[in-house]
């Protein structure tokens, strides 16, 4: 277990309603990543959080936004939700800072959009 | 484009024996290279991570190979167990990238009792 957790664990929205997925980081570590996993795909970058700023984003529309709070905890928030949404939710903690990428996945929130 | 090319993408070993899961990347400015094991409903797994100045990097049963002037890398599963059944990633990183991991696609190993 890495220390990271997520919350819900799964969630049914229709399509779009807007969505809220909370992340708490592990010990220790002040920055936190975000990204979407479709079934069977490997995951895919969204973007990061890092001293309460977005510190880099994939290729996501912007309504994808998040937010991180002093306790370096994390909110991914998804507006207009459309079914291709439906995915695994995951979010990363790590160090931060030059020479510490290693990142630690949470379990992951399974978000399923009809 | 895919910037990590994974392969294969199904592989079933026997108990006891060697599981190789090969990975390709085309971007030179890569230099962080970590695999992670996932199982079913669980978040990945950091397994060993490796940087382009080692050829091979060994944590127990599972060594990285690295490749860096064919630009390739892989992992070895020895003595290959049941439990080590499940999806693995190869992933890369570029400096100063802000956490953009990029992944694979993912091998599903099954190994065989």
């Known amino acids: ?114 | 484009q895919q910037q990590v090319k994974q392969s294969p993408q199904s592989l079933i070993v026997q108990k006891g024996g060697i599981s190789i899961i090969n990975c390709a990347y085309e971007n030179t400015a890569f230099d962080y290279f970590p695999w992670y094991q996932q199982f079913p409903g669980k978040g990945p797994a950091l397994l060993i991570a490796i940087r382009p100045d080692v050829s091979e990097k060994k944590e127990g049963r599972f060594t990285i190979s690295f490749n860096k002037s064919a630009k390739q890398f892989s992992l070895h599963i020895m003595d290959s167990q049941p439990g080590d059944s499940a999806t693995y990633f190869c992933a890369a990183l570029k400096g100063g990238s802000q956490g953009n991991l990029i992944f694979g696609k993912g091998t599903k190993l099954s190994v065989k009792p």
């Not at chain 1, 973007?47 to 880099?56: A, L, V």
Request: glycine content about 12%.
């Open chain 1, 1 to 114: 277990e890495t220390g990271v957790t997520q919350s819900p664990t799964h969630l049914i929205k229709t399509r779009g309603q807007q969505v809220t997925l909370r992340c708490s980081s592990q010990s220790g570590h002040n920055t936190v990543s975000w990204y979407q996993q479709a079934l069977g795909q490997g995951p895919q970058f969204i973007f990061q959080y890092y001293r309460e700023e977005e510190n880099g984003r994939g290729n996501f529309p912007p309504r994808f936004s998040g937010l991180q709070f002093p306790n370096y905890s994390s909110e991914l928030n998804v507006n207009a939700l459309e079914l291709d949404d439906s995915a695994l939710y995951l979010c990363a903690s790590s160090r931060g800072g030059a020479g510490q990428e290693t990142q630690y996945f949470g379990p992951g929130t399974r978000l399923l959009v009809l």
